[in-house]
């Protein structure tokens, strides 16, 4: 089930009680790496059956080992864009119902004084504006990362983008949609709000360090 949000209308939120669960067990400081990573991938990829509701289809002959019959297929390639370095802890979980996805990466990490985000690295596929792009993160705080993702693809063509993370702060919807109001953001919960330095509160601390066992 999804939610909307009357005052973050760029926005979806799932409710589905798997993602709940899972989400519980990933924000307790207690769950290690390994588990954290595994949990990550099964929301994302929980996430994707319902994002992917709206793609196009194509009808297509086969045959059946029976008979022909008009069958129908994805229709447009689907790029999944991760911001690095966490948005690859949600790649697997993806690309496991999408297996056949194109993957580009956009290096950017958020300046920890500034809060801004500062480009490092980015290789997308040939022809990456065509289809679907998924972009992956999964936590937009002040949301300065994902905007500037968002306008890096767009200064490529890509103009059917859809962004996708776990955790989401109110200011970063806010953002996201003042610059990008065309994009429809999806989380796994919307959270309460920042803290001083930035940390999305309740969260569940800094993914890419939970992920990657860096600190
Ligand atoms: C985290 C997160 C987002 C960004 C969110 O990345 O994965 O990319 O911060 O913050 P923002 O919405 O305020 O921009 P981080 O900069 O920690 O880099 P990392 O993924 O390499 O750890
Ligand atoms: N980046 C993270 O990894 N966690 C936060 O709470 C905010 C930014």
Same mark, same amino acid.
């Given at each position: 089930?999804?939610?909307?949000?009357?005052?973050?209308?760029?926005? +979806?939120?799932?409710?589905? =009680?798997?993602?709940?669960?899972? *989400?519980?067990?990933?924000?307790? @400081?207690?769950?290690?790496?390994?588990?954290?990573?595994?949990?990550?991938?099964?929301?994302?990829?929980?996430?994707?059956?319902?994002?992917?509701? !709206?793609?196009?289809?194509?009808?297509?002959?086969?045959?059946?080992?029976? @008979?022909?019959?008009?069958?129908?297929?994805? @229709?447009? =390639?689907?790029?999944?864009?991760?911001?690095?370095?966490?948005? *690859?802890?949600?790649?697997?979980?993806?690309?496991?119902?999408?297996?056949?996805?194109?993957?580009?990466?956009?290096?950017?990490?958020?300046?920890?004084?500034?809060?801004?985000?500062? #480009?490092?690295?980015?290789? *997308?596929?040939?022809?990456?504006?065509?289809?679907?792009?998924?972009?992956?993160?999964?936590?937009?705080?002040?949301?300065?990362?994902?905007?500037?993702?968002?306008?890096? *693809?767009?200064?490529?063509?890509?103009?059917?983008?859809?962004?996708?993370?776990?955790?989401?702060?109110?200011?970063?919807?806010?953002?996201?949609?003042?610059?990008? #109001?065309?994009?429809?953001?999806?989380?796994?919960?919307?959270?309460? @709000?920042?803290?001083?330095?930035?940390?999305?509160?309740?969260? +569940?601390?800094?993914?890419? !360090?939970?992920?990657?066992?860096?600190?």
């Amino acid at each position: 089930m999804i939610v909307r949000h009357d005052d973050h209308p760029n926005l +979806l939120e799932f409710r589905h =009680p798997l993602i709940r669960d899972k *989400l519980t067990r990933a924000r307790d @400081e207690a769950t290690p790496s390994g588990e954290f990573r595994r949990l990550i991938n099964e929301i994302a990829g929980l996430m994707t059956f319902e994002i992917c509701a !709206d793609l196009p289809l194509a009808e297509v002959e086969i045959n059946t080992p029976l @008979e022909a019959m008009v069958g129908a297929r994805l @229709e447009g =390639p689907v790029t999944l864009v991760p911001i690095l370095r966490a948005g *690859l802890g949600m790649t697997d979980g993806i690309l496991q119902l999408l297996p056949e996805a194109r993957v580009g990466h956009i290096g950017l990490y958020r300046d920890e004084v500034a809060l801004e985000p500062v #480009p490092y690295y980015c290789k *997308l596929p040939e022809r990456s504006s065509e289809g679907t792009v998924l972009v992956v993160d999964p936590m937009v705080a002040t949301g300065g990362s994902a905007a500037h993702a968002l306008t890096m *693809l767009k200064q490529q063509g890509c103009d059917n983008v859809k962004l996708v993370c776990i955790v989401a702060a109110p200011a970063g919807v806010a953002t996201l949609l003042e610059h990008h #109001p065309d994009v429809p953001v999806f989380c796994a919960t919307l959270d309460r @709000e920042l803290d001083d330095k930035g940390y999305i509160l309740p969260g +569940l601390g800094d993914a890419g !360090d939970r992920l990657f066992g860096t600190t």
